[in-house]
Each structure stands twice: as C-alpha cells, then as structure tokens.
C-alpha cells in the first residue's frame, strides 16, 4: 500500500470515494453535491503549505482510501494544530494496511509543519467502535464527542437545489 499526495488529476477519484464515503454514512440523505465538493478538493490542493488529501493507492494503482486535513491556529491562541476534513477507506480495504498509513502519512505531513497537535473526528457514524479501538491503539485520546440532532427531513433533491 503507498500513501501519495493527490493532484489535480486526482479530483475524480477522490469524488467518488466521497460518493462512496456519503452513501454508507449518515450523511446519506444528503447526498454529495459534485460541483460543491470538487471546488474543496481543489482549494486542498493547491494550499499544499495548508492542506492535504493523501490516497492509499494499492499496487495495482488502485485508490482505496482517502484522508484530507489541514493545519490552522486555534482561535484563542497561535498554537497550530491539524484537523482532519474527510477520512474514508472503501469496505473491501478495512483491515488491510490502508487507514494506517493514512494516518501515519497525515502525521508526518502535520509534524513537518510544525503543528502541536493533531486531531481526527469521527461524524459518518459508520463502524464507530471498530474507529475508535484503532484510534486508541495509535496512541490518540478520546477528548470529545460529536453528536447529531435531525431537525427535519428533506430529500435529496430538495437538498441538492437548495
């Protein structure tokens, strides 16, 4: 499994991991605005000093997984610090080396910057004890939730048109 920076002859590739990433999360009602989302892909990687989006490509060329973030002072002080924006490796590469090196590779990109710290979010809802475990095992703390409060439903189209 190889970790590499995407360019701009990526941004399909990472739209449909993020298709994928939407259908099997709890942002699935939502669906994945192309346009919307393909802008912020492109805003990531032109701000390489900012931002990142790593893919795990297998031998075979094939991408499996994705993790963006970026590096930013909190709002209170000067520290830097790195947050992820989007993390998603596809079902069939869950277990493999993937999501590991993902992690690792953002953490060597956020340590090279200078950053103090370094934080991963979990909203998609999707294997959330199996995430944490492995987060857990890589030496990250837990030091918050995020929780999630419908307030009406709307469809897809409704959504997308706005």
Known sequence: MKIRAATLDDISTVLELGELMVEESRFRPYGLNRDKAGKTV?????????AVILLAERD???VVGMLAGYVVDYFFCDALVAQDKFFFVKPEARGSSAAIKLLLGFRSWVERRGAHELNINMSVAV??????????????????????????TLTNNAIRSG
């Open 127 to 152: 294997n959330m004890d199996r995430f944490n475990l492995m987060m857990a095992k890589l030496g990250f703390q837990c030091c918050g939730s995020n929780f999630s409060l419908p307030i009406k």
């Open 60 to 62: 075979d060329s094939s």
């Open 42 to 50: 492109e805003s990531l990687i032109k701000q390489p000093d900012q």
